[in-house]
């Protein structure tokens, strides 16, 4: 069999925004993902369906995988013949160990390509609102190893170098050796009241930063409880920023909000803000187990006063059998369209298509008054493809009022495979903020995933929801919903986040 290919691709910090278009790219395309545990959980989300994902993180010390069997699980699974992504955090050549792995794939004829990675040392310090060079204090820095080990008798770190050759200095993976690295900086030369810095999960909601003179720092650090990982930045930039702290200052900074859908750019605003997405589809959207109700509709769409479709990706499947069936849209001219929200409507513009009503609710009570306003609905045939299990409450309403109406299955919604145990982790150490369920589905759906423990997981989780089924259905758990827009969409759940957070913040403490 032909070897595969191994791509060694830098993750960056966290900040799933700092991840490059090559990565992305890479990470789409994998038969294999090998990941580490600082990376962001939403990356995984990108794979393509099938793909195999392999944990080989460290936290606390505990190693999931050793380096050599990453490194054997990188050769195996090249070896027979797939495509396989490391994704690293940071980037995989500055202390990654992507060059160690490089040399093995070479030394077994294995073809690799490296992709970097935005490394923690430059992006951590930035979203602390520390810049490494400064025209007027800093001319140079130096990226140092910090987790040399103290009882080394020959060190192979220039302690006189670097105490005295750089302007800026970045330890990363220093964390449990402040005292040391702190103590030998001194001890050769550097200012005991120079600026220092620690920043903890630099780039994530969770990032905290503290200061101090370096001769304290370790101290301060200490007493703060900071942990790994950490990146410590040593020079007087760190006095800049009281000034230039621009990420922690953002109005959502520090929420952590979790969606139950397939992400999509309706929730960029919230990551704009400053929040992180957990992105966890409770939903997947595949084909109907039959398309014989839709295909006899299609076969006779000409018959048809009205075509009402509810979503976009109900738009998506029945246009796209309207066309495996030889059709198109000059096959639905004098067919009025109703489109349920904008969102949707903007779906059917884009191809070619107006529709003539665009309700921003599925109601029945309203949709049966908007379809009577301008005449009786008394002989009128409407097509409403839809999801496989849908409720019949405007059917029906259209049956009552003497109206004919078909409901062919366009798709259906199947809980997906889902890996839920970092997602427990989150909520069970309380890094999970808010939660949104954009449906009943999305919440059961969810609460099965997770199990017996979902309630009281999500007890002191923030809940918004949209519509009242949704909100029942909470309820029903014996859990509260705080935030519910008064429209059903995407883009209404998310101005109500923002609002909400808006009025909590301007009775906040200032930070």
């Known amino acids: 069999m032909n070897a595969g290919k191994v791509f060694l691709v830098g993750a960056g910090p966290g900040d799933i925004g700092l991840l490059t278009l090559k990565a992305h790219r890479c990470i789409r395309k994998a038969d294999v993902i090998v990941y580490d545990f600082h990376v962001n959980s939403r990356l995984l989300n990108l794979a393509k369906e099938g793909a195999e994902l392999i944990y080989a993180g460290k936290r606390g010390g505990r190693h999931e995988m050793t380096q050599d069997e990453i490194n054997a699980s990188l050769l195996k699974k090249a070896l027979e013949g797939k495509t396989v992504c490391r994704l690293k955090g940071g980037d995989p050549f500055v202390f990654g160990r992507g060059g160690e792995e490089a040399e093995l794939l070479v030394s077994n004829g294995v073809e690799f390509e490296i992709i970097p990675g935005v490394t923690s040392a430059i992006s951590v310090p930035a979203y602390a609102g520390i810049p490494l060079t400064h025209r007027r204090l800093s001319s140079s820095f130096a990226v140092i190893t910090g987790n040399e080990d103290e009882a080394k008798k020959d060190s192979k770190i220039n302690w006189p170098a670097i105490a005295s050759g750089f302007d800026t200095l970045v330890f990363l993976m220093g964390v449990k050796n402040l005292e040391y690295i702190t103590s030998n900086l001194i001890k050769h030369g550097k200012d005991p009241l120079t600026p220092a810095a ?55 900074f520090g929420q952590r909000i979790l969606i139950t859908r397939q992400y999509t750019e309706d929730y960029a605003p919230l990551e704009e803000m400053g929040a992180e997405i957990f992105d966890f589809p409770t939903i997947k959207t595949v084909a109907p187990d039959s398309y014989d109700d839709l295909d006899a509709a299609i076969a006779n769409i000409e018959t048809y006063d009205w075509i009402i479709i509810t979503s976009s990706n109900g738009f998506k499947y029945f246009f796209n059998r309207l066309i495996e069936k030889n059709k198109d849209i000059r096959d639905l001219r004098g067919i009025k369209l109703c489109a349920i929200g904008e969102k949707t409507a903007e779906a059917m513009r884009g191809y070619g298509l107006i529709t003539e009503a665009v309700p921003e609710e599925f109601n029945a009570e309203g949709l049966i008054a908007m379809f009577t306003k301008n005449g009786s609905i008394r002989g009128k045939r409407f097509l409403l493809p839809r999801a496989g299990k849908a409720r019949e409450a405007f059917p029906d309403a259209v049956r009552q009022s003497g109206g004919h109406i078909d409901t062919p299955a366009a798709y259906k919604t199947i809980r997906p495979q889902a890996h839920a145990k970092r997602l427990e982790r989150f909520l069970r150490e309380g890094k999970i903020s808010m939660a949104t369920f954009t449906s009943a589905s999305s919440f059961n759906n969810l609460m099965e995933i997770i199990g017996g423990e979902g309630a009281e997981l999500l007890r002191d989780v923030q809940i918004a929801a949209i519509g009242p089924v949704t909100k029942k259905a909470v309820e029903k758990a014996g859990l509260a919903v705080s935030i519910m827009p008064e429209t059903a969409s995407i883009d209404a759940l998310v101005a109500a986040i923002i609002s909400e957070a808006s009025r909590a913040l301007s009775h906040a403490p200032s930070r």
């Open 198 to 252: 620690v920043i903890r999960w630099g780039s994530r909601p969770d990032q905290m930063t503290v200061t101090a003179a370096l001769q304290d720092i370790s101290d301060k650090a200490r007493v703060n409880k900071i942990r790994p990982p950490a990146v410590m930045v040593v020079g007087n930039t760190v006095g800049l920023r009281d000034a230039l702290n621009w990420y922690e200052k953002k109005p959502l």
